[in-house]
């Protein structure tokens, strides 16, 4: 019987169906298979007892919480197209997962271990292209021709100046003192632009690279991924969505989880409809995302992920979960 | 170059007071003006016999200045002299009517040398 269980878990670990087995509230680990650390980019030989000992995931903290509120709610938990942060060879890559997390009950009804699964699924964001390289070359080309140009200026003037000295050993000390004064000028002068230009570039440089998407295009790639089973899919509602500049991953994550959140505390799914709406004031854009529909006395799961993740973007989350009200209202600084 | 009078029109400050400097150690008389926008009025008062002027200006551009004053028969003898740091400069210089043109950053001889040629060729 024993040899037998050891033959069915020596299975379970050479599987590429990602698995972690979760046998504490503080997440120690019982289990992790080879599929899992691939997916979560950990070397094969590496000794990992705890969920913190899973050093490549980046946002390791926020979906320790997410585990244990799973633990606590003592409910199952699926989240399709869920984008997790890893880090492999030192770039951070945003992969996109299905995830279902099966808590499993003592008879005493507390858990006692929880059962973690991934699917690597396809970045919904393939195909559709954001910042065109050709316009990326256009600006590279622009600001290193004005660079270029902005210098020889400045340049200009301390050759002169230099040259100047240099053949009319003549000169008088008080003129020769002006041309240095010039000349010296001049040279800080190069070292302001090229500080100011860089510094402006770096600026411009991270809004190309903050890969922002049109919130119209991202929200119908959110709701079309957040339910595979689409027999279990509520309808929509959707009002004015105000523009965001902020990553499409991070969109993507903080509004897949909303509705989601939304999604957990509704009696009956697929006859509900779930309300998208923004409004914009002078400082802030608030979303709100919510339902009409019958809730249920159910503690959300993943609240603090999203509070989380809206106070990394300098925002606000209040959540309104009684009675016939529930929504989820996002607010961003402008 | 004695009694020759040079206007200097460059929206680079530096690059003003450095030819100043250098032109008037020549004993040439200069005339500068930051600011295109006033350079086209001050060329009718001062009736310059050399215009140094820059093409990458802004609000009336070197091009622009050069073409007006080559419009004006009254001012048909004025040698202009361009520079740029524009890769493009001298197609441009050229295409505007300038007589000359020299790239940034310039030699101080190459300059001076200029600016004599273009003494000989007002006398």
Known sequence: MKNKQNSVLDILLQSSTATVIYTSTALDIGFINRGMRTILAQPKDTEISKFTDLAALVDADSLANLLVEIWNSKKPMVLATYPIKVTSRNHVLVKYVDWEVQPILHPDGTTQAMIHTLKEVINPFDGITTAPTSTVDTKLAQWSHTLSHDLRNPLSVAKLGMQYMHSRKELSTEDREKWVRVVLDALQNVEKLITDKLANSRTEASKETKDALAIATLMPLILQNAWPDQSAKPRFEIGTLVELDLDKHLLYHIFSLAIHLVAQSLQDISSATILLDSLTSDRSITYFVGSDSIVTDHQLVGVEVLKKLMCDVDGKLLINHSGKNNFIELNFNI | ?123
């Open chain 2, 1 to 123: 170059m004695a009694q020759k009078k040079v206007f200097i029109c460059d929206d680079d400050k530096g690059i003003t007071d450095m030819l100043e400097m250098v032109l008037e150690l020549e004993d040439v008389a200069t005339i500068t003006e930051t600011d295109s926008v006033y350079a086209y009025d001050k060329i009718l008062e001062f009736r310059p016999d050399i215009l140094i002027v820059d093409l990458w200006m802004p609000v009336v551009a070197g091009d622009q200045l050069i073409r007006k004053i080559r419009a004006n028969d009254e001012l048909k003898q004025l040698y202009i002299i361009c520079i740029s740091a524009s890769r493009d400069g001298m197609k441009v210089a050229t295409e505007a009517g300038a007589d000359k043109f020299i790239a940034k950053p310039f030699d101080v001889d190459d300059f001076l040398t200029t600016v004599e040629n273009a003494v000989i060729s007002t006398i």
